[in-house]
Nanobody, 120 residues
Framework: QVQLQESGPGLVKPSQTLSLTCTVSGNSITTNYYYWNWIRQPPGKGLEWIGAIAYSGMTFYAPTLKSRTSISRDTSKNHFTLQMTSVTPGDTAVYFC????????????WGQGTQVTVSS
């Protein structure tokens, strides 16, 4: 059974850096054709894709967030990390990590989500 678990601080001050980790069990993040994603949902709004890191280590970002977002991984710990700089209250959201299966073109496993609030 594949499981994803987000972790990180729930409160970040404006202009600081948001850092979250998604720890994966039941599947290596280097397994071919899986993509490991960060997705968020601001209060009262829909899901917004932030970016992903592929099984190969290649990264992809949403154009609107690319300038201040970085996704990396630690294969020895089987986890991947989101860093977002210069946060504002507009970055307040529930942040999810999710696995995208390239073979079937679907998100098939999600973490439970973690609330991040940007406030002074």
């Amino acid at each position: 059974q594949v499981q994803l678990q987000e972790s990180g601080p729930g409160l970040v001050k404006p202009s600081q850096t948001l850092s979250l980790t998604c720890t994966v069990s039941g599947n290596s993040i280097t397994t071919n054709y899986y993509y490991w994603n960060w997705i968020r949902q601001p209060p009262g709004k829909g899901l917004e894709w932030i970016g992903a890191i592929a099984y190969s280590g290649m990264t992809f970002y949403a154009p609107t967030l690319k300038s201040r977002t970085s996704i990396s991984r630690d294969t020895s710990k089987n986890h991947f990390t989101l860093q977002m700089t210069s946060v504002t209250p507009g970055d307040t959201a529930v942040y999810f990590c999710a696995r995208y299966r390239g073979a079937t073109l679907e998100y098939d496993y999600w973490g439970q989500g973690t609330q991040v609030t940007v406030s002074s």
